[in-house]
């Protein structure tokens, strides 16, 4: 008998992905501005990335990115517990802990990482993790890795959520939720949700990546805005990549779980430490996030007009409060025609499909920027209902 080719299995899964039009394909951005995206020479109003706060290209974040560069150099050199620490990220998880308000904090260099080090480091074998259906895929695998117990229960549903924990009292468990769903963009029941986790002695991580400078008081994300402290979520783990425009997370929480993970989380032990370039980008977008209220405020009311507006026109949208707007398609050939009819029309939407979401929850992922001005949600809503017309031709009246 031969051995089964690699290659063989990657062509014929590719066929397969061109046939069922699964093909994800990259978009090259030649250039961007705010959210005008340089795409093939032609410029586009993006409706589709996660710089909520519009701080990734602002002149303060990039000046101090060039300053600490010029200072240290463009990498660190070496991994925190090496040689790679400096005084940049250690004022950077200082400064995210005093945000926060929590004990202690650790700079990883993704949230992919960070969810990943979290879980490895804290559960064993015949731990139980407890997650939300609609948790982000680094979670599950993370769970995965760890070898540990998973359970999903359906999404938001903190009942279920603590019947999945009841079922073995004598085992060690961790509850886990997105603050704000990446997909939904709705505010998962933290402190339903810590209650369980109170009362089925669970450890509660929630993963705040969308709702970090967003969400609450001087954008302090989704547990503080739930009144909740490090005592009912000893960890939170916040992305420096979405509002805070540049690339990384902080694990924040209880001092000793914080130091733990310093010393035994694999991807955080054996990877490089970001450039402190980076950290100092970071440190200067989260002044802008802590201080200006106001871009917090335009975010607000421009997702409030784009719902109000989208609605009225009888498009079918999620219920969230947050950047995140996802506009539900009957089939995904409804998703995939409509980003494609937008595009045409100046705008860059981007078509989500199973299995990134449930089947049958096909839909465009529109998300809002504080950069995008009133009328470019006016000339959405226009274009999206250019789009539907078209849309509803093309399929014969399917969509
Ligand atoms: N958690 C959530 C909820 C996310 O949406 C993402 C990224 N989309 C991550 C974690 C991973 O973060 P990063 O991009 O920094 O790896």
């Known amino acids: 008998?031969?051995?089964?080719?690699?290659?063989?299995?990657?062509?014929?899964?590719?066929?397969?992905?061109?046939?069922?039009?699964?093909?994800?394909?990259?978009?090259?951005?030649?250039?961007?501005?705010?959210?005008?995206?340089?795409?093939?020479?032609?410029?586009?109003?993006?409706?589709?990335?996660?710089?909520?706060?519009?701080?990734?290209?602002?002149?303060?974040v990039v000046g101090a990115l060039q300053d600490e560069a010029a200072r240290s150099g463009a990498g660190a050199g070496g991994s925190h517990l090496i040689s790679g620490h400096t005084a940049t990220h250690e004022r950077l998880e200082r400064e995210v802990a005093d945000w926060l308000q929590?004990?202690?904090?650790?700079?990883?260099?993704?949230?992919?990482?960070a969810n990943l080090a979290v879980l490895q480091s804290l559960l064993e074998k015949d731990d139980l993790c407890v997650q939300d259906r609609l948790n982000h895929a680094s979670l599950i695998d993370a769970a995965r890795l760890a070898g540990?117990?998973?359970?999903?229960?359906?999404?938001?549903?903190?009942?279920?959520?603590?019947?999945?924990?009841?079922?073995?009292?004598?085992?060690?468990?961790?509850?886990?939720s997105d603050g704000v769903f990446s997909m939904d963009g709705d505010?998962?029941?933290?402190?339903?949700?810590?209650?369980?986790?109170?009362?089925?002695?669970?450890?509660?991580?929630?993963?705040?990546?969308?709702?970090?400078?967003?969400?609450?008081?001087?954008?302090?994300?989704?547990?503080?805005?739930?009144?909740?402290?490090h005592q009912q979520v000893p960890l939170q783990m916040v992305t420096l990549s979405k509002a805070l425009g540049g690339v990384g997370a902080v694990v924040a929480g209880d001092a000793g779980l914080i130091g733990h993970l310093a010393e035994t989380a694999r991807p955080y032990v054996y990877t490089t430490a970001l450039p402190p370039a980076m950290a100092a980008a970071t440190l200067a977008a989260i002044k802008l996030a802590r201080r200006e209220h106001w871009r917090r405020e335009r975010l607000g009311s421009l997702i409030s007009s784009f719902r109000d507006a989208a609605r009225h026109h009888g498009f079918r949208l999620l219920d969230?409060?947050?950047?995140?707007?996802?506009?539900?398609?009957?089939?995904?050939?409804?998703?995939?025609?409509?980003?494609?009819?937008?595009?045409?029309?100046?705008y860059l939407v981007v078509a989500?499909?199973?299995?990134?979401?449930?089947?049958?929850?096909?839909?465009?992922?529109?998300?809002?920027?504080?950069?995008?001005?009133?009328?470019?949600?006016?000339?959405?809503?226009?274009?999206?209902?250019?789009?539907?017309?078209?849309?509803?031709?093309?399929?014969?009246?399917?969509?």
């Open 1 to 60: 008998m031969s051995r089964p080719s690699l290659r063989q299995r990657v062509d014929d899964a590719r066929v397969l992905r061109g046939a069922r039009q699964r093909r994800r394909q990259r978009l090259v951005v030649e250039r961007r501005d705010g959210m005008r995206f340089d795409i093939g020479g032609r410029w586009l109003t993006a409706f589709c990335g996660n710089d909520y706060l519009g701080l990734s290209q602002h002149f303060s």
């Open 102 to 113: 929590v004990p202690a904090a650790l700079y990883f260099s993704s949230g992919w990482a």
């Open 148 to 176: 540990c117990r998973l359970r999903r229960y359906p999404h938001g549903n903190s009942e279920a959520a603590q019947r999945q924990l009841r079922g073995d009292p004598e085992v060690a468990a961790m509850l886990i």
């Open 187 to 229: 505010i998962a029941p933290l402190r339903d949700l810590a209650m369980v986790a109170r009362l089925q002695q669970a450890l509660l991580y929630v993963d705040d990546a969308h709702g970090i400078g967003v969400i609450g008081e001087e954008g302090r994300g989704s547990v503080a805005a739930a009144g909740l402290d």
């Open 320 to 346: 969230s409060d947050t950047p995140i707007q996802p506009l539900l398609c009957d089939s995904d050939a409804e998703a995939l025609a409509m980003a494609g009819a937008l595009r045409e029309l100046g």
């Open 352 to 399: 989500i499909l199973p299995p990134t979401v449930p089947q049958n929850g096909a839909r465009l992922r529109i998300t809002l920027s504080t950069l995008h001005a009133p009328e470019d949600v006016d000339g959405l809503v226009r274009a999206l209902l250019r789009a539907r017309d078209e849309t509803t031709r093309r399929l014969g009246g399917a969509a």
